[in-house]
C-alpha cells in the first residue's frame, strides 16, 4: 500500500498505469492525457484511492480487476457511522474524453459531498465520458449520496452499457441513519418505530403518538436519495437507525443498453422495533432504452425490525 499525504495537489502525465498496488492519495487535481489504466489480480487490493475532493481529467479510464474510489471522508457509509464534525471535503469530479471501460470484477466507489462546482445542487459529484460508460460481467459502481443534503452523484455519458451480473449498488446509500430517535431527510419519521416516507407514506409502528414520513421528491425526476428512520431508544441501549436507499442518476445522450441490476433499497429497521428506511431515486434519461429479462431496477423500501409483537413499520418504496 503506498501513502502519500505530502504529495503535490497537481499531477500531470501522459500516460499512468497503476498496477497491483493500493494507492491512497490526498484530494488533488489529476491530468492524464491519455489513458488512466488500474489494473490488479485483486480487485481489493489493487486500486487507487483519492480522498477529499479530487478533480480527474483524463483521454481513457481502464479498470481492470482493480478498483477507483472518489472523495470519501474518512469516516465511510460501510462502518454504519457519520460524524458530521468533520469538515466536508466538497464534491469530486471526473471526466474522461473518451470511454470508461470496467471490466473482470472492477469496482468504482464515488461519495459526493455537500455540493459540487459546476453542479446543480442536487449533485455533490460528477462522473462523465464524453464516449461510452461500459460494464463488463461482475462490474459495479458504487455512488454514496452526502448523508445530510441528500446530494448525489451524476454519471453522464454516450451511450451506456451495463452487461448481465453488474450495475450499480446504491443500497443503503442515502440519508444516514443516525444516533437515537431521528431519522434525517426530508422523509424521516416522527418516531424510531415508525417506517420513512419517499415514494409513499411509510408504515405504522407501535406507537400513535406521532406519524409515519411523508411522500416527497418530483415523481418523474427522482433525483433525492430515501430517508432513513431513527434508532430504536430503550433503557438498556441506544441504536443506529438504518440508511436511506441511495440515489442512482444516469444521463445518457443516446442509448442505454441494459441487462444487470440498479439498487437502491432501504436498509431494515434497527433491533427492539425500529421502522424501515425509504427506497431510493433511479432516475435515467436517454434516447433509446433497451432491456432484456435479465435486467433489474429497484428502490424497495426496508422492512420494520420485529423483535417483539409490538413491531416496527416498513419503509416506503423510493422512486424511479
Request: proline share 5%; aromatic share 8%.
Amino acid at each position: 500500500r503506498w501513502l502519500a499525504p505530502g504529495l503535490s495537489t497537481n499531477l500531470s502525465l501522459s500516460e499512468w498505469t497503476i498496477s497491483n498496488t493500493w494507492a491512497l492519495l490526498p484530494g488533488m487535481t489529476i491530468t492524464v492525457t491519455n489513458t488512466l489504466r488500474i489494473t490488479g489480480t485483486n480487485t481489493y487490493l489493487s486500486r487507487l484511492e483519492l480522498s477529499n475532493a479530487s478533480s480527474i481529467a483524463c483521454g481513457r479510464l481502464e479498470l481492470d480487476r482493480a478498483q477507483l474510489v472518489v472523495g470519501h471522508k474518512q469516516v465511510l457509509h460501510a462502518l454504519n457511522i457519520y460524524d458530521p464534525v468533520l469538515p466536508d471535503p466538497g464534491g469530486s469530479t471526473l471526466a474522461c474524453a473518451g470511454d470508461l471501460v470496467l471490466t473482470n470484477e472492477a469496482r468504482m466507489t464515488v461519495f459526493a459531498g455537500l455540493a459540487c462546482p459546476g453542479l446543480a445542487s442536487d449533485y455533490g459529484a460528477g462522473i462523465s465520458a464524453g464516449g461510452d460508460l461500459w460494464l463488463g460481467s461482475n462490474c459495479w459502481i458504487y455512488p454514496l449520496a452526502h448523508p445530510t443534503n441528500g446530494a448525489s452523484v451524476l454519471f453522464s455519458m454516450r451511450n451506456l452499457t451495463v452487461t448481465n451480473a453488474g450495475g450499480f449498488q446504491a443500497d443503503g446509500a442515502g440519508y444516514w441513519g443516525s444516533y437515537g430517535t431521528s431519522g434525517q431527510g426530508p422523509g424521516a419519521p416522527g418516531a424510531s418505530c415508525h417506517g420513512a416516507g419517499y415514494g409513499g407514506t411509510g408504515s405504522w409502528g407501535y406507537l400513535a403518538w406521532s406519524e409515519p414520513g411523508r411522500p416527497y421528491g418530483v415523481s418523474n425526476a427522482p433525483t433525492a436519495p430515501g430517508s432513513s428512520a431513527g434508532g430504536r431508544v430503550s433503557y438498556s441501549t441506544t441504536n443506529y437507525g438504518p440508511y436511506g436507499g441511495g440515489s442512482v442518476q444516469i444521463r445518457a445522450s443516446d442509448t442505454v443498453a441494459f441487462s444487470g441490476l440498479i439498487t437502491a433499497n432501504g436498509g431494515p429497521g434497527a433491533p427492539q422495533n425500529g421502522g424501515g428506511s425509504s427506497g431510493g431515486g433511479i432516475y435515467i434519461t436517454c434516447n433509446t432504452f433497451i432491456g432484456d429479462s435479465n435486467g433489474v431496477l429497484r428502490a424497495n423500501g426496508g422492512a420494520g425490525n420485529q423483535s417483539s409483537s409490538n413491531g416496527g413499520g416498513g419503509g416506503s418504496g423510493g422512486r424511479i
